[in-house]
């Protein structure tokens, strides 16, 4: 299996701009994650998906993030308009449903708002 | 918030076993123990889970007291490309997506 494929690797936009992340999830996986990483918060959990339905998005940070999972094979998280406080890694990870289920997570995509 | 203590760095000889304690008090009957690494600038990856019995796979062991209130991740021949950030985390294995939350972690630092 690819595991869980995001894109951009690294993107640098100016404020103000719309950023759009994506993410492949593991084929056969139900849930999918997003987190973001900074060196202030640490790994923080900003949304989950059920089959491709948001259960939880009370780690989204404010109205300027959305995020959508159209299919089973894909989600985007999109900021608009970005801040200079939006620099961070955000990762995508998914999971199968059971008991003793695992994430795994994907590279990250490396963001940086000037 | 994370139900889990750990120390925030530690090191260890190269070669040498790597012992990397968690503390989780609080934890229920219902939830698992996880051990994730995350090596700099990479994804978290995983390491090993467990219940209650003691774990073993290719990268580690994971010993969880009888009492459950404390685990240990057992690295046996720790290398240097073992230097990252492990982060023990309890989940509640009826709330898949939720409570999978990341505390800071220990740094381990292996040492040449």
């Known amino acids: 299996d690819a595991g869980v494929i995001q894109s951009p690797r690294h993107e640098v936009t100016e404020m103000g701009q719309e950023v759009t992340l994506r993410c492949k999830p593991i084929s056969g996986h139900d849930y999918l994650f997003w987190y973001r990483q900074t060196m202030m918060r640490g790994l923080e959990l900003l949304i989950y998906f059920n089959n491709n339905v948001p259960i939880d998005d009370s780690g989204m940070p404010e109205d300027r993030f959305s995020a959508k999972m159209p299919n089973a094979s894909f989600s985007t998280l999109k900021i608009q308009p970005s801040e200079p406080r939006d620099s961070a890694v955000y990762f995508c990870?998914?999971?199968?449903?059971?008991?003793?289920?695992?994430?795994?997570f994907g590279e990250g995509s490396w963001l940086t708002v000037v | 918030d994370a139900k889990t203590t750990q120390p925030p760095s530690m090191d260890c000889a190269e070669g040498r076993a790597a012992n990397l304690p968690c503390n989780h008090s609080t934890i229920s009957g219902n939830e698992y123990v996880y051990w994730y690494r995350q090596i700099h600038s990479q994804g978290p990856q995983y390491i090993i889970h467990g219940l209650k019995n003691n774990e073993t796979n290719e990268m580690a062991s994971l010993i969880i007291t009888e009492d459950r209130k404390s685990s240990t991740l057992i690295l046996p021949h720790a290398t240097l490309r073992d230097t990252a950030v492990y982060y023990c985390i309890v989940r509640d294995v009826d709330n898949y997506g939720q409570n999978f939350v990341f505390g800071p972690g220990t740094r381990l630092s292996v040492l040449p």
């Open positions: 990870a998914s999971s199968s449903q059971g008991p003793g289920n695992t994430i795994y």
